[in-house]
């Protein structure tokens, strides 16, 4: 069976598992924890840099936007799959030493668009603050490198790319802002080289190659589907006037 296919078996076979769409009850009857399968609108930002490209600081800002699902494993803890359209890359806009006039800025640009697939697992304290680990996959879909404002080739002779792939590492924080949308920060860090590079000194034509990893801090809005259950803070005008109706009653 094709591995993509066994996958989508396990995820549909776990939600209909009884009990995976119910809902765990205090004592008193109220709702405490919320397990429905929940969907996600994503969109935000992606502050990054790419380590060893011999420019330094998260200059480079691009988009993130998707969408994500949600799926509950036990009290707190649940799986998260989301398909992102990714930017990566880094940028600077001056060079680290005074240069002719006659070259054109910024000094250096790369953009490396990706799809990326995260898969999570999180932890959720109190239904306002979910903590999260995991890894992603990302295909690169798009490349566009600049030197000078002057367009790069993809293949050169000074650089080896070891594969269009992203394979990183995730650490996610996400807390609620009100009712159904989160905001979300989120590290993300290559586990393997995206590719290989090597540096000329101008001066001394001393030569030398360095591997390159993405290093991405994200910022996000999250918009939560089929959450059910939220926080009493959101809800307290609502209890407030089911008291003052049972006052009028009695």
Same mark, same amino acid.
């Given at each position: ?5 066994? *996958?989508? @078996? ?10 995976? &769409?119910?809902? $765990?009850?205090?004592? /008193?009857? =109220? ?33 993130? *936007?998707? @969408? ?10 649940? &799986?998260?799959? $989301?398909?992102?359209? /990714?930017? =990566? ?56 490198? =600049? ?104």
């Amino acid at each position: 069976m094709n591995k993509k296919w066994l *996958v989508f @078996f396990i995820l549909f076979a776990c939600c209909r598992i009884p009990g995976v &769409l119910a809902q $765990e009850e205090t004592t /008193d009857g =109220k709702i405490k924890v919320d397990h429905e399968i929940k969907g996600v609108l994503i969109g935000g930002v992606n502050i990054s840099q790419v380590d060893g490209d011999e420019v330094y600081g998260f200059k480079k800002v691009s988009p993130c *936007v998707g @969408f994500g699902g949600i799926l509950p494993l036990g009290h707190r803890f649940s &799986l998260s799959l $989301e398909i992102l359209y /990714d930017e =990566k890359g880094s940028y600077q806009k001056l060079p680290p030493s005074p240069a002719g006039d006659s070259l054109q800025l910024p000094y250096y640009s790369l953009k490396w668009s990706y799809l990326t697939a995260p898969i999570m697992v999180h932890f959720e304290d109190r239904n306002t603050w979910t903590f999260g680990l995991g890894f992603s996959w990302g295909r690169m879909v798009s490349f566009k490198e =600049k030197e000078w404002n002057v367009p790069q080739e993809w293949n050169r002779d000074v650089i080896t790319y070891k594969t269009k792939n992203d394979f990183a590492v995730i650490a996610d924080l996400r807390f609620r802002i009100w009712k159904h949308l989160k905001f979300n920060i989120r590290y993300s860090y290559s586990m393997v080289p995206v590719r290989k590079r090597e540096y000329t000194n101008p001066v001394t034509f001393e030569t030398w190659s360095r591997r390159q990893y993405n290093s991405v801090i994200t910022v996000r809005l999250l918009y939560y589907f089929n959450e059910k259950y939220l926080p009493d803070r959101f809800t307290f005008k609502k209890n407030k006037d089911k008291k003052k109706r049972n006052k009028k009653e009695e």
